[in-house]
């Protein structure tokens, strides 16, 4: 990596439960017994698959186990080589996949408690997400209530398929605990898999899945922009994670064109939706979905129109770059520093704040 | 500026429009409920002809779920891509700081004051017993 900046803040990386014993003296006793009654013994999502080449970088990748699933590990693969101040774990564990919406609250509590304790007390530079069952709004907030004091935790987690658009004001309960806490909207790639993964149907391969992500992504930023959430929640700030940025320019320039024709249908939209997502909405650097010169990156920038979008992310462990090569080619000190430093502090508010 | 004799007045009954050229100009002129707007017949997104288009009122909001509607007719929508104009300003909605279609004063003469000048009655003869539609360019 060619530029340093001490004090870098990692926007997303995935701590892994091991197995799900170890999610055990997180859950109450009646969800502890149901998993040994039912014989249940994971909870696996088909997002990343174990052995597929980007759930996990090669010299990331352990022997035996799940990568990631190591503090140890974690500290000296995505701490130390980049100059990490903090690094904000996002758990991708499976309760999205659930459909009782008991369990699901269940599952959330024991993860979030998880990393709570084998994650963020044992390691001061590492910030988490709340792990929402978005299958229930009411239950939602409830673990967002339980959660908030606890100033480590700096957003809701909610994966980009889910049942139903984002936008949708049945989720408004949650957005608006989440304004009120100061904890943002992290939006990751993956899905619950209530839909097929792209609009046209069902695919055959993972490429077209993890491809498909992007336009996932598009449709809930053209869904939480024309349902009025920021309208309604001007203070939310929604991140995209493992989202790809190379999109958004021209998703904008679509949408911007549509709504300037049909904005009588969306009254509540008061200006472009461009200039709603440039103030309302980040996106997390890796993966990098090229462009591969620097010249291209620069125009890139400046189709953007801001350099305070991207948050600065490894994705560990995931496989989205090789060596220590985080940041896209020929880029300004002053930009590295922007993504690497000041547009996340100015993203998570909770950043900034003391943690006791 | 010069004032220019369009129509006869009841050429242009209320919720009607009519298309008119001056000074090499195309305008587009509309009567609702008997008050007269006038703007440039190009729409400056891609150059739709606005005397085309379809007149709304203009809906607004305070929040998410809320429509105010006021103004029936007064919002004028391009036929091409349905941007809409603001008839008394030429204001878009959309972007009304940096989007606006030209819009002209537009007035009802007696035949009397036409007659005397200093009016200028391109295409017509006018008679002192008739009102006439006048433009301001």
Redesign the interface.
């Known amino acids: 990596m060619s530029i340093i900046h001490p004090g870098a803040i990692d926007c997303d990386i995935h701590p892994a439960v091991p197995n799900l014993q170890a999610l055990l003296p997180y859950m109450t006793d009646y969800w502890r017994d149901t998993v040994v009654q039912r014989g249940i013994d994971a909870l696996e999502s088909i997002s990343y698959p174990v052995n597929a080449p980007i759930t996990a970088r090669p010299d990331w990748k352990p022997e035996k186990g799940r990568a990631g699933s190591d503090l140890e590990r974690l500290r000296r693969e995505a701490l130390i080589p980049f100059g990490t101040s903090t690094a904000i774990c996002n758990c991708l564990y499976g309760v999205h996949l659930l459909f009782s919406e008991d369990m699901a609250l269940g599952y959330a509590q024991a993860v979030n408690d998880w990393i709570a304790k084998e994650w963020l007390d044992r390691e001061p530079k590492l910030r988490a997400s709340i792990v929402v069952p978005l299958q229930n709004p009411e239950l939602a907030v409830e673990e967002i209530e339980r959660l908030a004091a606890d100033k480590r935790f700096v957003q809701v987690l909610v994966p980009v398929m889910g049942e139903m658009p984002l936008g949708k004001r049945i989720y408004w309960p949650i957005w608006a605990a989440a304004e009120r806490h100061g904890l943002a909207l992290c939006i990751h790639a993956g899905s619950s898999y209530r839909h097929s993964v792209t609009g046209i149907g069902w695919t055959s391969y993972y490429t077209e899945d993890y491809a498909s992500n992007a336009q996932a992504f598009q449709a809930q930023v053209t869904s939480l922009i024309c349902e009025g959430v920021f309208s309604k929640f001007p203070n939310l700030k929604v991140v995209l994670a493992e989202s790809g940025f190379t999109w958004l320019p021209a998703h904008l320039w679509r949408l911007t064109k549509f709504w300037r024709g049909l904005r009588m249908e969306i009254p509540w939209v008061d200006r472009t939706p461009a200039e709603i997502a440039r103030e309302n909405i980040r996106l997390t650097l890796q993966p990098v979905d090229g462009p591969p010169s620097a010249g291209a990156f620069e125009r890139l920038m400046e189709h953007m129109q801001s350099d305070e979008l991207l948050l600065f992310s490894t994705d560990y462990p995931h496989w989205q770059f090789d060596g220590d090569e985080v940041l896209p080619p020929g880029l300004s000190s002053e930009l590295a520093r922007k993504i690497m430093v000041d547009n996340p502090r100015n993203t998570y508010s909770r950043l900034t704040e003391t943690v006791t | 500026m010069s004032r220019h004799v369009v129509a006869p007045v009841r050429d242009l009954p209320p919720g009607s429009r009519k298309l008119v050229t001056v000074k090499g100009r195309p305008i587009a002129i509309f009567n609702i409920d008997g008050e007269l707007f006038g703007i440039l017949n190009r729409c400056p997104?891609q150059g739709g002809s606005l005397c085309e288009g379809r007149l709304?009122g203009l809906?607004?909001?305070?929040?998410?779920?809320?429509?105010?509607f006021s103004r029936p007719n007064e919002i004028l929508?391009?036929p091409w891509?349905?941007?809409?104009f603001d008839l008394r300003t030429g204001q878009?909605?959309?972007?009304p700081d940096r989007i606006q279609v030209k819009s002209y004063e537009v007035a009802v003469e007696q035949g009397q004051n036409v007659c005397e000048g200093p009016y200028v009655a391109e295409t017509f003869p006018v008679s002192v017993e008739e009102d006439y539609v006048v433009v301001e360019v």
């Open positions: 997104h709304i809906v607004e909001s305070d929040q998410p779920g809320e429509y105010r929508r391009c891509h349905g941007w809409e878009s909605r959309c972007e």
